[in-house]
């Protein structure tokens, strides 16, 4: 029962900082082009001022753009509540191993798509055309690089894996580099960051993401916004505690969850800083060089694969 | 064999093979000239490493004057010769293209499960914990040979080349702990000669086809045109 | 042990002396005598081996025995008449502007580079040392192949060097991995190399491995002896390079190359105790033979005609040694010494020619015997030679081959006939308008050097009508090393 209660507070309060890290990634990203910036908590005034506003929605809309952002929300929710944060002992964690966690990825940013096409103008068809064009490429690398790890540890299931990898004296796996390249290249990809999209603009050649939500304003759109704000804490999460599982606690003990919880934010963090930086050196790519850059992740993926069984076993 | 049954100089051992093969990777990728040298010159330091931490681990010190060599040339000597020349014939700036990089990489991938398949026979005879990397040296040799027949350019051909060379004496250090010392010397003697010999060669093509593309060298054939 | 330090340091002096002092008027003449002094060196080894058996320096670093030491005769002997020829030809080259006095530096000291680095590579004990020598005699000859720094030797110089480079890579892998399996066996880390230990030890080494290796042996010193696939850069280094280079490339480093794999087919034989690195030799020469002996009737060019020749004989003698018993690899090493000899006589002839004619292509050089005529024989009778017609000595080793496939193979003879009829078809294809045709109006003579070449034809029409038991005896020596049985 602790553990339930524990989960679903866990999974609460990612939802509620996702903005703050979308927004602190933001901040130090203007702190690094030497800019003034918004706050940190900037997102939550975005959203909350949102969430008055009056939902417009286009004649031709049918019920599936009304229901997608409600779809695309809380099944991105759902999905955060499978990733452990602060432990591993998560009851919610048998609901769904990583093969389950990409499809619920997929289930949501198949609505999203859909709803992009819904109203029929060109703009959003054109994103979700390219939204599915490099989650296509996307989704091979990002399973592959899930299933070096899962060989690790001889199961598919998020929890087990991390605490495997957190269990006993350190070791090196020569795979663990690949994969995790790989992993963060398709997290950048499919978080729609630089260089593949750029969040902050809605320049109409390049745009992915905001392409397929520019018919959307109000409550809807907040929705929306939260979700992908959401995506990007749950890449996050996978990439910092999987590939640096330093400090998840492996039971529902205080003082562990407690060093978790502190562990954690200090993890992210720094990998906020870190996409910061990345951002601010890097210019975004054009798209067509999109198929490059995820085939790279996916050779990486391969070779943390194929290293695992020439190096790592017999 | 898990990994998790060896020491932790092993692990490292490992890991070194793994960049290894991910720094052969990154300059079959790689179109800038400069980058690339400076990849290969990573892939040598890498390659000292895993020579030091070999000589540390077999207690066979010869392979400490091997690793000064690899640092000399691979790091320092050979690399710094490469970025002289490239900026001497104004060429530092210049792009490659690569034709079908997908395709490519995806050829070197089978190239790293080709040679774990020719391995095989040789991981079940040897007593070294760090066996299995012989799989990933012969990788790293065939990726530099497709590195050298997929560019066109002298200067990346000649990268592809010492790769190559990388490659076996990373074989020659994991799996037997170096050669005899005296075919060592002869080998780097042989590598020293090759790179100044490379280099009087990038004037002799610049200067008499007018570029460093390979591709112009098309004058003899198997019949008269 | 006096005579091997001498043979190893005259060529090494030479190549200081060429190196540092630079080029000079007689510099012609002080590289036939330090050539002559190497051979007489090499003649006094040759002599000891004969009378007391293989030679062992101390420190175990070289070894001689009957197999390698004729074949360092040979090399010392080609290299003498070639220098005895270049000396003349480089002048005539020197003389029509092709080359300065700069580049006659380069090509004397490398000249010396090349014959230490073949020598070593012969006499040395060491495997791994047999890599760096042979791939040092790649590092000395690929500036002799852009000698003229032309567009076309240029890139014939850069082919060279990448195909064998990438080539001899794999043969150091192999190495890697001999030495590997051997050090399971062999006690003593720095001996695992080491012909003389590794033969005793060969019954005990990996079988596994040691296939593997020699595969990697084969395509990498494969290279180097021009076997198809791999033989790309042999034809384009043979046309591009000035001839006397033609005439050791093809006379002394194919050959080395081919010694080495002989050498690690001795030890994987017995590691494995199948025929597989047999088999693997003789589907290799096979290709190699017939693929060269089509390609021979589309060449324009006179020398790269007889470098695919050159590719067409390496491919047989691989095939003879593959075959495997002792009547075929006695018909092989005398193969070796044959075709060495003839081809590098074709090659002086054909400098010679190529003088007279102005130009390398075929349907420039017309009616040799009318302006030249000792020049003008010379080509007839060398390519008749070449082609394996009765009196000489290519005939009697190519008819020992015969006998050693009836009776091993017999369903092998008829494309062995074939292939050897297709390449005898395209030699004489343009022999006929060369040598009898009309000649053109401004052909002139030139100075030729042809003793070298009455010498090698000589020797080889000796070989054709009567082996020497001396040397049948040497041979049967060597061929009792390489299978076990002789056919004496």
Redesign the interface.
């Known amino acids: 029962m602790n553990g339930w209660l524990f989960a679903i507070v866990q999974t609460l309060c990612v939802v509620f900082f996702a903005p703050f890290m979308a927004g602190l990634v933001k901040w130090m990203k203007c702190k690094l082009q030497n800019r003034q910036g918004p706050p940190p908590w900037q997102p939550y005034r975005n959203l909350l001022k949102l969430s008055r506003k009056q939902v417009v929605l286009a004649d031709t809309a049918s019920f599936v753009f009304r229901i997608a952002p409600y779809v695309v929300f809380s099944v991105t929710i759902v999905a955060v509540s499978v990733v452990p944060v602060i432990s591993v002992q998560l009851p919610t964690a048998a609901l769904a191993d990583v093969i389950v966690l990409v499809g619920f990825l997929s289930l949501a940013r198949f609505f999203l798509s859909l709803a992009g096409m819904d109203v029929g103008t060109s703009f959003g068809g054109m994103g979700s055309s390219r939204e599915v064009t490099i989650s296509s490429l996307a989704e091979p690398a990002l399973l592959m690089a899930f299933f070096t790890l899962a060989m690790n540890a001889s199961s598919t299931n998020v929890s087990t894996v991390i605490a495997h990898l957190s269990q006993g004296s350190l070791i090196l796996y020569p795979s663990l580099i690949f994969s995790s390249l790989g992993l963060i290249l398709v997290a950048i990809a499919e978080t729609g960051r630089i260089p593949i999209d750029n969040p902050a603009t809605h320049l109409e050649l390049t745009m992915i993401h905001e392409a397929m939500i520019l018919e959307y304003s109000g409550r809807h759109l907040a929705l929306m916004e939260w979700a992908a704000m959401l995506k990007l804490t749950l890449y996050s999460l996978l990439i910092v505690n999987l590939i640096v599982p330093l400090g998840v606690a492996l039971t529902l003990r205080p003082g562990d969850l407690l060093l978790g919880a502190v562990s954690v934010s200090c993890k992210l963090l720094l990998l906020a800083l870190f996409l910061a930086v990345v951002e601010t050196a890097q210019a975004k790519m054009r798209l067509f060089r999109a198929p490059q850059y995820l085939g790279l992740a996916f050779i990486l993926s391969l070779l943390g694969m194929m290293s695992h069984i020439i190096l790592e076993v017999r | 064999?898990?990994?998790?049954t060896l020491s932790?100089p092993e692990?490292?051992v490992?890991?070194l093979?793994?960049?290894i093969?991910?720094s052969s990777?990154l300059m079959l990728?790689q179109v800038r000239l400069d980058s690339m040298i400076n990849t290969f010159a990573l892939q040598g330091l890498l390659l000292f490493f895993a020579t030091l931490i070999m000589a540390l681990i077999s207690g066979?010190y010869q392979l400490l004057i091997s690793a000064a060599l690899t640092l000399f040339l691979k790091v320092f000597f050979i690399p710094n010769k490469l970025r002289g020349l490239v900026v001497r014939l104004d060429i530092n700036r210049e792009i490659e293209s690569i034709t079908n990089?997908?395709l490519i990489?995806?050829f070197?991938?089978s190239l790293?499960?080709f040679s774990?398949y020719?391995a095989l026979?040789?991981?079940?005879?040897?007593?070294l914990a760090t066996r299995?990397?012989?799989?990933?040296s012969?990788a790293v040799?065939l990726i530099g040979?497709l590195m050298?027949i997929s560019r066109r350019k002298?200067v990346t051909?000649v990268v592809g080349?010492m790769s190559?060379?990388n490659g076996?004496f990373f074989?020659?250090v994991v799996?037997?702990?170096g050669?005899?010392?005296?075919?060592e010397l002869?080998?780097a003697?042989?590598v020293l000669?090759?790179a100044i010999?490379?280099g009087?060669?990038f004037f002799?093509?610049r200067?008499?086809?007018g570029s460093l593309d390979?591709d112009r060298?098309?004058?003899?054939t198997?019949?008269?045109k | 042990m006096i005579a091997l330090s001498l043979t190893l340091f005259f060529p090494l002096s030479g190549l200081f002396l060429f190196g540092f002092i630079g080029h000079w008027r007689s510099a012609g003449s002080i590289n036939v005598a330090i050539s002559i002094c190497t051979f007489v060196t090499t003649l006094i080894i040759a002599l000891d081996v004969f009378r007391y058996g293989p030679i062992l320096s101390p420190g175990k670093f070289f070894y001689i025995d009957a197999f390698n030491v004729y074949l360092l005769l040979l090399n010392a002997f080609v290299g003498m008449t070639t220098a005895i020829f270049s000396g003349r030809y480089m002048a005539h080259e020197v003389a029509i502007g092709r080359v300065d006095d700069k580049r006659m530096r380069l090509y004397y000291a490398m000249y010396q580079g090349f014959l230490f680095t073949m020598l070593v590579a012969l006499s040395t004990n060491n495997l791994g040392v047999l890599w760096v020598s042979i791939e040092g005699a790649t590092l000395t000859t690929v500036l002799l192949v852009s000698l003229y720094r032309t567009p076309e030797s240029i890139e014939a110089g850069w082919k060279y060097f990448i195909i064998c480079g990438v080539g001899i890579s794999q043969a150091l892998f192999g190495t890697i991995l001999v030495y590997f399996a051997a050090e399971k066996v062999v006690p003593g880390h720095d001996d695992g190399l080491l012909w003389t230990v590794l033969q005793d030890h060969a019954v005990k080494m990996d079988p596994g491995v040691m296939a593997l290796a020699f595969v990697f042996l084969l395509v990498g010193y494969g290279t180097k002896v021009g076997l198809v696939p791999l033989h790309n850069w042999l034809p384009d280094a043979h046309s591009e390079g000035p001839t006397p280079m033609s005439a050791i490339l093809s006379g002394l480093l194919l050959n080395v190359a081919l010694y080495a794999i002989v050498r690690f087919k001795m030890l994987v034989d017995p590691a494995l105790g199948t025929h597989l690195a047999g088999n693997l030799m003789m589907g290799f020469g096979m290709l190699s033979f017939s693929v060269a002996g089509l390609l021979l009737h589309r060449q324009y060019d006179v020398k790269r005609m007889f470098s695919y020749s050159s590719i067409e004989h390496m491919g047989l003698i691989t095939f003879a040694f593959g075959i495997g018993g002792p009547l075929a690899t006695f018909g092989a090493l005398l193969h070796m010494i044959v075709h060495s000899l003839t081809k590098s006589a074709i090659f002086i002839t054909v400098g010679h020619v190529a003088h007279i004619a102005g130009s390398q292509a075929i349907n420039q050089i017309r009616g040799l015997l009318h302006t030249q005529p000792f020049v003008g024989w010379g080509f007839l009778i060398g390519t008749c030679a070449i082609a394996g017609l009765p009196p000489f000595g290519i005939f009697t080793s190519e008819f020992l081959l015969f006998t050693a496939t009836i009776k091993s193979y017999p369903w092998l003879v008829p494309p062995l006939f074939i292939g050897l009829t297709v390449a005898f078809a395209g030699l004489f294809r343009n022999l006929q308008s060369m040598v009898f045709g009309e000649p053109p109006e401004n052909q002139k003579q030139v100075a030729a050097n042809m003793w070298p070449v009455v010498v090698h034809l000589g020797l080889v029409l000796w070989l054709g009508l009567a082996i020497p038991a001396l040397l049948a005896q040497w041979l049967n020596q060597a061929t009792i090393m390489i299978v076990g049985r002789g056919i004496l």
């Open positions: 064999m898990l990994i998790a932790l692990q490292v490992l890991m093979a793994a960049l093969l991910l990777f990728a066979k990089p997908s990489m995806l070197a991938a790293v499960l774990y020719v026979p040789i991981r079940a005879l040897s007593l299995n990397t012989i799989a990933i012969l040799v040979m050298i002298a051909q080349f190559m060379e076996l074989a020659a799996a037997t702990c050669m005899p010392m005296v075919v002869g080998i003697f042989d000669v090759a010999l490379f009087v060669f002799h093509i200067t008499e086809i390979t060298l098309n004058h003899l198997e019949v008269e």
